[in-house]
Each structure stands twice: as C-alpha cells, then as structure tokens.
C-alpha cells in the first residue's frame, strides 16, 4: 500500500515543484518537508505537529484531507516503536520552553498595559489636567494689541482663555489669539478634564 510520504513526493515531482517552492508558499521548513517526504516522522516535534503540517502539505498539492490522513495514521503507528534521540528531545524542550516564555511575556505585558490603561483613568478622576503657558509670559511688556496666547495641557482636556474656547491639538498644544487693551491686563486661562477637574493659570501684561 501506498504510503503518505510517497503520496506527497509525487505529487510535488508531478507538479515540478522545488522544496524551497514548498517552504515558501506553506510556511512548512524545508527540513520537515523531506523528513516528512522520507516518513521520517520522529523528526518532527510531536505527532500533531506531523499531522498538522502532513493536512497542510496535502492541501497545498490538491490531495483530499480522506485521502492523506488515513495514509499518515497507518504510516505512523507502523513506526511509532522509534526511540526519539537524545539530542531531539532536548531540542523539543527548549522549543515548549521558548513558546512558554512568550506566552508568559504576552500575558505580563496585557497586565502592564490595563494596569496603565487603569491608572491613566484614575489619575484624570483625581487629578487635575497639567497646565503650562509658554506665550506670553508672566509681566511681558508687548506692543500691539494682538496677542496669541500659547501652551501646552493634556490632550483630552478643553482650554478655556477668558470666555473663549482654544483648540488643543492631539499632543496637548494648544494657541488663541486674543485682543488686549492698552494697559495693564490679564489673561486667565482654564484646562479642563472630563472629570470636570481643572486647572488655572493667570498670565499679567503690559499691552503698550
């Protein structure tokens, strides 16, 4: 009776397909796609790794899953008596070893991320928006009476200076022009959070 590995060369022969052709197009590698051309099963990781990668190799050649899995199963069990080599198995271990640590790196870093995610909430509920004015600054003297105002708060919060709304852009700055008086003026300005938590600055200048 025919065997899957003789199944699954000719199939790839008759379609004058390269190994590397094989590796490329099914994400097998090379070296599991001979051994499993040779029936060399105990090269492979485990029983399911065989099977899954075998199903693969045959939907990739247009083979029936009815066809090719039968084959495999009878193919295998007849060798299932081989010993699997020292040197394998200690590769194995170090692959289950490597999967293990990447899921236990995924679950640490979602942990991380809610735990920010968390923190960032919170903090807004308590905590009021920070607040920094860059223009103009505090008793500047200044010739016309246009003057644009300028800083920088949290991205999320809404800027009030005076009455009047200013936009804040996604990295939390934030600019308004504002018409001044001669004389001596203040402008006030509001960042404020979701949460209704604020803060307030108060800029004094001499509008000449």
């Not at 499993?36 to 492979?44: M, Q, R, S, V, W």
């Not at 693969?56 to 083979?63: D, E, Q, S, V």
């Amino acid at each position: 009776m025919k065997k899957v590995s003789d199944l699954l060369k000719d199939a790839r022969v008759e379609k004058k397909l390269t190994l590397d052709e094989v590796e490329r197009e099914t994400k097998i590698k090379k070296e599991f796609i001979e051994s499993i051309e040779k029936g060399a099963f105990h090269n492979l990781p485990s029983e399911s790794y065989a099977l899954g990668f075998v199903k693969n190799y045959a939907k990739f050649l247009g083979i029936a899953e009815n066809r090719a899995i039968p084959l495999f199963r009878r193919q295998y069990a007849s060798k299932h008596s081989l010993v699997i080599i020292p040197e394998f198995r200690k590769s194995q271990d170090k692959f289950n070893k490597k999967i293990l640590n990447t899921k236990i790196l995924l679950v640490v870093g979602t942990i991380f991320l809610v735990a920010l995610y968390i923190f960032f909430q919170y903090s807004s509920l308590i905590f009021p928006p920070k607040l920094k004015i860059t223009e103009p600054q505090n008793g500047q003297k200044i010739s016309g009476n246009v003057i644009e105002v300028r800083g920088k708060t949290d991205p999320y919060a809404t800027v009030f200076i005076g009455e009047d709304e200013a936009y804040v852009n996604i990295a939390g700055n934030f600019k308004k022009s504002v018409y001044m008086f001669s004389g001596d003026n203040k402008i006030e300005v509001v960042a404020r959070n979701r949460f209704g938590k604020e803060s307030r600055k108060e800029i004094n200048i001499s509008v000449k």
